[in-house]
């Protein structure tokens, strides 16, 4: 693979997403690798990340020189073009002229990786430091205002560095430069794509799994569903998925697993109704934590039992099943080796966040993708584009809408003006462009309307519909008044309970996506 060395900013991944973008396999790994952990992996490219440190701050991480003695080639980016300047034997400075966002760049010598450039280009920078003399053998390959070198290479020993962030949008020649770097600068072919994981995956599904039976916890999410799709693909029968139904989906989402996703995978499917047994957990209940954690031990124990079904079902071959499949990606594996305790926002109950001391190991083969080649790899193994498409929608699902008790009929209320609001965004084309839009029902709200000629007194709902890259930010999505006002008259019209309906324009943060 190509290593991308992570600096401790957050370029890392964005770097590793546009390497395989550009068609060759990366993987991301911590500054405290050592030389010989990195060489340990056969890299056949090395790029070290920009990171938030200047060099000279104490503790800022340091390259070892020995890494530019291994003979593969490195690409040094922002931070990790100082660090390998100065490990070297090159300068580095502070000049007291921070560059910061877009900023001209004149290229002197295009050399390898600026190959194709024209003279002047505008890049992204985000910089204090600035090398002022780059090490002995480099040639110098731009300069900047604020960069008197901003760019260098030495193409005998294929070592190459530059200033800016080619990882991103705004340096429009950045892919490029990336792609000189890995084709000419590392003589690497452009071979890898999602759809490689499958074959690959499949043999190391059968050589982990043997004849033994696997389990699989399906929430109906884009997640769960490929590793299924994988895990089926590759034994079988062997797999049992369980669905919970745990009566708080939005409408036709157990029918779109039980029908669409069995029907294209033929995946063994056990489906567990505990809608009465949810509800009747969360009843007299308001207060969101505990609704949450209400939702998360109800499932994890009705998730156990059908685990135990599915062992006794298996009869004397019970004690085969071993083996549990969960949907974990790659930013979950990069996040949790970070091993930084994020502040507990929400106690977040995912579908796939099954307890350790389940009695199984994990087959977690997407565990290498990004969620787009997450979807790339599910719509090659023909799992519906409706499931791959699917946006996010949180495991404790409607109960966490409903601002107030969560009861059966008000359940009904909210899917109902849920499922018209979906409608309409899909009608209108927008699925793709908002993240996703929880409508909230304000369960304890009433507020006096008036329809005919008669008054009502009845419950308001909101419309959330948010743009987001990743759910840690988020704005508001400024969706068409024509499509708002279709949305507001059908759920006025339709739903007889609500009688208002309102828009959510806060952006995250301050306020969460979900209401709870
Ligand atoms: P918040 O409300 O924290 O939501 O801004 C961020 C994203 O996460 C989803 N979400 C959840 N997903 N289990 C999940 O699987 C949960 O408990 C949960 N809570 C929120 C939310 O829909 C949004 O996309």
Known sequence: PVLVVDFGA????????????ANVYSEIVPHTATVADLLAKDPAAIILSGGPSS???????????????????????????QAMAQALGGTVAQTGQREYGGTAVQVTDAGTVLAGSPDAQTVWMSHGDAVHAAPEGFEVLATSAGSPVAAFEDRERRLFGVQWHPEVKHSPLGQKALENFLYEGAGLAPDWNPGNVIAEQVERIRAQVGDAR??????????SSVAAALVQRAVGDQLTCVFVDHGLLRSGEAEQVEKDFVASTGV??????????????????????????????EFIRVFEDAAREVVAEAGEHGDEVKFLVQGTLYPDVVESGGGEGA?????????????????????????TLFKDEVRAVGLELGVPEVIVWRQPFPGPGLGIRIIGEVTAERLDVLRAADAIA????????????????????????R???????????????????????????????????????????????EVPEVNRVVLDVTSKPPGTIEWE
């Open 422 to 445: 979906r409608e309409e965004l899909t009608k209108a084309g927008l699925d793709r462009d908002i993240w996703q839009c929880p409508v909230v029902l304000l369960a304890d709200v």
């Open 214 to 223: 696997v389990i699989c916890g399906l929430s109906g999410g884009v997640d």
């Open 10 to 21: 957050q370029y890392a991944q964005l770097i590793a997403r546009r390497v395989r973008e």
């Open 55 to 81: 060099v000279y701050a104490t503790g800022a991480p340091f390259v070892d020189p020995a890494l530019f003695e291994a003979g593969v080639p490195v690409l040094g980016i922002c931070y990790g073009f």
């Open 447 to 493: 507020s006096v309307g008036v329809q005919g000629d008669g008054r009502t007194y009845g419950h308001p709902v909101v419309l959330r519909p948010v743009s987001s890259e990743d759910a840690m930010t988020a704005d508001w999505t400024r969706l068409p008044y024509d499509v708002l006002a279709t949305i507001s008259t059908r759920i006025t019209n």
């Open 268 to 297: 063994r499917l056990k489906v567990v109704d505990a809608r009465d047994r949810f509800l009747r957990a969360l009843a007299g209940h308001t207060d969101p934590e505990t609704k949450r954690k209400i939702i998360g031990r």
């Open 343 to 367: 502040a507990n926002i929400k106690s977040h109950h995912n579908v796939g966040g099954l307890p350790d001391d389940l009695q199984f190991a994990l087959v977690e083969p997407l565990r």
